[in-house]
């Protein structure tokens, strides 16, 4: 799957997404949720096999991505953003690039995640600055045309909320546990803690999740069933990995 997203973004499911959509079974379903959403991709993709069928439900800690889905969906504010973007990035150069991308807020964020160096630290090239337009963006036509929820709480509320909804399929793909995750900012790994203690064969909901096949995720679900491994390699840094799907007995 082409890029659909406005920005990179680390754990982007992109390239992964049609080997989990033929995984997963959508019988039944009437909401899809992803509490640890990100770039929405495999709701993305399920959007496009499976047009304005479902509820979507997406969440993350991200406050910046639930801020840019509200902006996307206001056009006012959308003119607005776009072309403060389109005046802060005329003349950019290393000094005024470093103190934007400080600035905690979305301006500051979309700069730092949109134009970057594949090595930190450095500054970018200057053919990095173009900007196109969020409209020309598949995921700007997602988000007006389904029928969508985004929130920013903490996942396990989420999760909560509907696990026992027999007509909901939540898909997790939460931080990793410690092994390729230094890139997040907020570290909730509590949610293998949790769904430990609660079985996930327990709930009525429909669960995936999306984990690396290490040997602390296999023996924290050793109860529940899997999926075949696949292989992953990541675009920016090359590294590969192994995944593994993890589901319940609904699933």
Same mark, same amino acid.
């Given at each position: 799957?082409?890029?659909h997203?406005?920005?990179?973004?680390?754990?982007?499911?992109?390239?992964?997404?049609?080997?989990?959509y033929?995984?997963?079974?959508?019988?039944?379903?009437?909401?899809?949720?992803?509490?640890?959403?990100?770039?929405?991709?495999?709701?993305y993709?399920?959007?496009?096999?499976?047009?304005?069928?479902?509820?979507?439900?997406f969440?993350?800690?991200?406050?910046?991505?639930?801020?840019? #889905? +509200?902006? !996307? =969906? %206001?056009?006012?504010?959308?003119?607005? &953003?776009?072309? $403060?973007?389109?005046?802060?990035?005329?003349?950019?150069?290393?000094?005024?690039?470093?103190?934007?991308?400080?600035?905690?807020?979305?301006?500051?964020?979309?700069?730092?995640?949109?134009?970057?160096?594949?090595?930190?630290?450095?500054?970018?090239?200057?053919?990095?600055?173009? #900007? +196109?337009? !969020? =409209? %020309?963006?598949?995921?700007?036509?997602? &988000?007006?045309? $389904?029928?969508?929820?985004?929130?920013?709480?903490?996942?396990?509320?989420?999760?909560?909320?509907?696990?026992?909804?027999?007509?909901?399929?939540?898909?997790?793909?939460?931080?990793?546990?410690?092994?390729c995750?230094?890139?997040?900012?907020?570290?909730?790994?509590?949610?293998?803690?949790?769904?430990?203690?609660?079985?996930?064969?327990?709930?009525?909901?429909?669960?995936?999740?999306?984990?690396e096949n290490?040997?602390?995720?296999?023996?924290?679900?050793?109860?529940?069933?899997?999926?075949?491994?696949?292989?992953?390699?990541?675009?920016?840094?090359?590294?590969?990995?192994?995944?593994?799907?993890?589901?319940n007995?609904?699933?």
């Open positions: 799957m082409k890029n997203f406005y920005i990179s973004y680390f754990g982007n499911k992109r390239d992964e997404v049609e080997n989990i033929d995984k997963i079974d959508l019988e039944g379903i009437d909401i899809i949720i992803e509490p640890y959403c990100g770039t929405c991709a495999i709701s993709y399920i959007s496009t096999k499976e047009p304005n069928k479902y509820k979507y439900i969440n993350d800690n991200n406050i910046y991505l639930y801020e840019m #889905f +509200k902006i !996307i =969906k %206001d056009p006012e504010l959308l003119i607005k &953003f776009e072309d $403060e973007i389109k005046d802060t990035i005329v003349d950019m150069n290393k000094e005024k690039y470093n103190n934007i991308v400080k600035r905690n807020d979305v301006i500051g964020w979309f700069i730092k995640s949109k134009y970057y160096n594949i090595r930190p630290g450095l500054y970018p090239f200057h053919n990095k600055w173009v #900007f +196109k337009s !969020i =409209k %020309d963006y598949p995921i700007f036509n997602f &988000f007006n045309n $389904e029928n969508i929820e985004f929130k920013s709480i903490d996942a396990i509320k989420i999760y909560n909320k509907y696990k026992d909804d027999s007509k909901s399929l939540i898909f997790l793909d939460p931080p990793y546990m410690k092994t995750n230094d890139f997040y900012e907020k570290q909730d790994m509590n949610i293998y803690e949790y769904l430990y203690e609660n079985n996930i064969d327990h709930e009525k909901a429909k669960i995936y999740l999306v984990l290490i040997w602390m995720c296999k023996l924290l679900f050793n109860r529940n069933k899997t999926i075949d491994s696949y292989d992953k390699i990541y675009q920016t840094t090359k590294k590969k990995t192994n995944h593994i799907i993890i589901y007995n609904k699933g």
